[in-house]
């Protein structure tokens, strides 16, 4: 069980006499009670209505494109037959881009960040904080594989970032030494305690519930800084808004109101995404449903006190403002973050994946549907006779043992035509441009749908290159408009909201390879600029056959020849072998004895004392030191689970293995002889060159040619004797 933080010391009376920072006091002010601020926010809902009918027919067509995602036949289909078959072309393709990209968006080493400082140290504390945030907010398993979907169907990425906090009582068992038994045995007392958790909460919104003004603006910065606004469409039940009225965060009088109003509010006229995804999912809701009331929460300028403050707004109806406040953040900063797939000049929004492949979908259903029917009939048999020689046809029926009383000579068997097979060539036609269309795997639609020999292990590796490459370039928007932003939005976030240390599992020079750590409450009192790194990391597995290579070749570089410099290579083996390994095998297989720093003395006893943690020795502990606190903390507690007495023996072992270590390395360094030169016996790497497989043998499936590495890798063309 994790440990709580213990909470900082109530303010004091010299405290209180300080000024309040108008970070925090300036931004609770409610600024629609003034008159003419109240006035500017109805002109303002005016023109958001407006802009919301302006899009209304981009927010139908999204909903035709979820229909094709969701393989739902609508009355977009000309074809009206006994069949109703929808091919998944559409939704197979959407679903490997999700596959592809998240791979790519996620190394499996799990090094998805990289951080550029001022004085160039890294930060291992706050990286680790921020992969703790990742994962506890399912951004590998929910939120970006619900993101790439949105941004295929609907063609812009759209994604709202806040601080959620959750309070949980926790109860747990604490050893009680002076509470033992007559039989020696510590007595375990229960005790209870509330905690807080805060994270990053990371939420998609659908893009027909994302309003921005003007609508031509390139990013969502300046569309407020030229006077426009950005608005969410929220749908709030009546719980939703009795929260919102006891926590503050709206007006109490105009919550009331839009209560009274919920119950006689006929339902608006407003795309419902949300409704959509939850009949796909095979949730059918009732006739009259939860009533909901339609909030928007707008981000733009104000006037205050003469100057323009970005402030969060929410409009209940055209007459009522539950509030207007400046923007809660620190950083006074947006809290949407939204870009579009494919970028068209002129408009912000951009333009969904499915619209190409709109209309070929239609076609493939038509056909398939067309073919399924006409399989029917050519399943069955066509029995042509003459009813002048055979005036008893009734008894013609198709059954077991049936008898026909007809003339054999004027009676014949014919077939329907196979025309179900030209159905599904015409399918597969469809699917073959819908894959192209949507850019999906050339490995699987450029050569080895036409080869009919085996592609060659050249073909494999180029067709790897081109769809990393390509991958590469579709995933660079996502993390440049969307991830980027959010992992330094989530820094400033717990600088602004936690105030106690929370412990972390963290990787890096603050841990022991990989280890349960306290990180403090961050300061921002240094630049820090944190950059997803995942494309970067696929980039790299091309280069990195070139970069083991060239080290053969700075070994080969005399000491003379770089004057001023030195060889350092240990930053190159370190790349490596994290790049290959991984964060958790990299440090078993390469140590940095730097960076193992011990854990305190004092430290341990809490730990053993207060949590029973049986603790291992590190070999870099100053055990006599150390033998030394734990025998005070044995006096002072007694030891009731015997942990301190173990740890103890272990540390004793450890010294005198240092000891016998120490007395074996003088005695041989007393015998040894003079070391006989190297040299002679072994022959050095050819400076460049690279582990090949025996003369006709094959390397490894997927492995990149250095032929095929393009340019863009930093390779060099090499040279071929053509004499």
């Given at each position: 069980m994790a440990k709580a933080a213990k909470k900082p010391s109530p303010r004091t009376d010299a405290d209180e006499d300080l000024e309040a920072p108008l970070t925090t006091e300036d931004r609770k002010v409610e600024l629609s009670e003034d008159d003419d601020v109240h006035t500017d926010l109805l002109e303002m809902y005016t023109e958001i209505e407006r802009g919301w009918e302006s899009q209304n027919d981009r927010a139908n067509d999204q909903l035709d494109y979820w229909d094709i995602y969701n393989c739902k036949l609508s009355a977009k289909q000309y074809y009206a037959g006994n069949s109703k078959i929808f091919v998944p072309i559409v939704h197979d393709a959407i679903e490997a881009r999700v596959t592809r990209f998240t791979n790519?968006?996620?190394?499996?080493?799990?090094?998805?960040?990289?951080?550029?400082?001022?004085?160039?140290?890294?930060?291992?504390?706050?990286?680790?904080?921020?992969?703790?945030?990742?994962?506890?907010?399912?951004?590998?398993?929910?939120?970006?594989?619900?993101?790439?979907?949105?941004?295929?169907?609907?063609?812009?990425?759209?994604?709202?970032?806040?601080?959620?906090?959750?309070?949980?009582?926790?109860?747990?068992?604490?050893?009680?030494?002076?509470?033992?038994?007559?039989?020696?045995?510590?007595?375990?007392?229960?005790?209870?305690?509330?905690?807080?958790?805060?994270?990053?909460?990371?939420?998609?919104?659908?893009?027909?519930?994302?309003?921005?003004?003007?609508?031509?603006?390139?990013?969502?910065?300046?569309?407020?800084?030229?006077?426009?606004?950005?608005?969410?469409?929220?749908r709030w039940s009546k719980a939703k808004i009795k929260q919102m009225m006891a926590s503050e965060a709206i007006l109490k009088a105009e919550g009331q109101k839009l209560l009274d109003e919920m119950a006689d509010r006929k339902p608006a006229n407003q795309t419902d995404k949300e409704k959509v995804a939850?009949?796909?999912?095979?949730?059918?809701?009732?006739?009259?449903?939860?009533?909901?009331?339609?909030?928007?929460?707008?981000?733009?300028?104000?006037?205050?006190?003469?100057?323009?403050?970005?402030?969060?707004?929410?409009?209940?109806?055209?007459k009522i403002v539950l509030s207007a406040r400046r923007n809660p953040h620190w950083s006074d900063k947006l809290p949407i973050f939204s870009c579009p797939v494919t970028k068209i000049q002129g408009a912000f929004k951009g333009k969904s994946k499915v619209y190409p492949c709109e209309q070929m979908q239609y076609f493939a259903n038509d056909a398939v549907n067309e073919a399924a029917d006409s399989s029917m009939f050519s399943m069955m048999p066509i029995v042509m006779t003459d009813p002048e020689r055979n005036p008893r046809i009734g008894t013609m029926v198709l059954n077991l043992a049936a008898v026909w009383e007809c003339d054999p000579q004027s009676t014949q068997f014919a077939k329907f035509p196979d025309l179900w097979k030209s159905g599904f060539e015409i399918v597969a036609s469809a699917k073959a441009q819908c894959m192209q269309s949507l850019s999906v795997s050339p490995a699987a639609i450029t050569q080895q749908g036409m080869q009919k020999s085996k592609p060659s292990q050249a073909d494999v590796a180029r067709e790897q290159q081109v769809d990393i490459l390509t991958t590469a370039d579709a995933v660079t928007v996502l993390e440049q408009g969307i991830l980027t932003p959010i992992v330094n939005f989530m820094i400033e976030l717990d600088h602004q909201h936690r105030e106690d240390a929370i412990l972390i599992r963290q990787f890096g020079e603050r841990g022991i390879r990989a280890k349960m750590d306290w990180v403090d409450p961050i300061q921002m009192g240094k630049k820090l600029?944190?950059?997803?790194?995942?494309?970067?990391?696929?980039?790299?597995?091309?280069?990195?056959?070139?970069?083991?290579?060239?080290?053969?070749?700075?070994?080969?570089?005399?000491?003379?020849?770089?004057?001023?410099?030195?060889?350092?290579?240990?930053?190159?083996?370190?790349?490596?072998?994290?790049?290959?390994?991984?964060?958790?095998?990299?440090?078993?297989?390469?140590?940095?004895?730097?960076?193992?720093?011990?854990?305190?003395?004092?430290?341990?006893?809490?730990?053993?004392?207060?949590?029973?943690?049986?603790?291992?020795?590190?070999?870099?502990?100053?055990?006599?030191?150390?033998?030394?606190?734990?025998?005070?903390?044995?006096?002072?507690?007694?030891?009731?689970?015997?942990?301190?007495?173990?740890?103890?023996?272990?540390?004793?072992?450890?010294?005198q293995l240092k000891q016998q270590a120490q007395l074996q390395q003088a005695v041989q360094q007393m015998l040894a002889g003079p070391q006989p030169q190297q040299g002679g016996g072994g022959r050095a790497p050819r400076a460049g060159g690279q582990a090949r497989p025996p003369r006709a043998g094959q390397g490894p499936a997927g492995m990149i040619h250095r032929d095929q590495i393009g340019p863009q890798s930093g390779a060099m063309p090499q040279l071929r004797n053509r004499g």
């Open positions: 790519q968006i996620f190394p499996q080493n799990g090094r998805y960040l990289d951080v550029t400082t001022m004085d160039g140290e890294i930060p291992h504390g706050e990286m680790s904080l921020l992969t703790h945030y990742i994962n506890k907010a399912k951004l590998r398993t929910v939120v970006i594989p619900a993101l790439l979907r949105n941004g295929d169907v609907e063609g812009q990425y759209n994604v709202y970032v806040d601080w959620k906090e959750r309070k949980r009582n926790i109860a747990y068992r604490k050893p009680r030494p002076e509470l033992a038994g007559a039989d020696g045995k510590a007595v375990d007392d229960i005790q209870e305690e509330s905690v807080n958790e805060g994270r990053p909460n990371v939420e998609v919104i659908a893009d027909s519930d994302v309003l921005v003004l003007p609508q031509t603006a390139n990013t969502l910065g300046d569309a407020i800084d030229a006077g426009g606004s950005v608005t969410i469409l929220r939850v009949d796909a999912a095979g949730i059918k809701t009732s006739p009259g449903g939860i009533k909901s009331a339609l909030v928007y929460e707008t981000w733009t300028n104000l006037t205050v006190d003469g100057e323009q403050r970005l402030c969060k707004v929410y409009f209940g109806s055209e600029m944190y950059t997803w790194y995942g494309v970067e990391q696929a980039r790299n597995a091309m280069q990195l056959q070139q970069q083991i290579a060239f080290a053969n070749v700075l070994f080969q570089i005399p000491p003379d020849k770089l004057p001023g410099h030195r060889l350092n290579m240990v930053p190159l083996v370190t790349h490596a072998v994290e790049n290959i390994y991984g964060p958790k095998l990299a440090p078993l297989i390469f140590e940095d004895e730097k960076a193992q720093l011990t854990i305190e003395a004092g430290l341990e006893n809490e730990w053993m004392v207060d949590w029973g943690i049986n603790l291992a020795v590190h070999p870099m502990d100053e055990d006599p030191q150390h033998l030394q606190e734990h025998a005070k903390a044995l006096q002072a507690t007694g030891d009731p689970l015997g942990v301190i007495r173990a740890h103890m023996a272990r540390h004793q072992t450890q010294l």
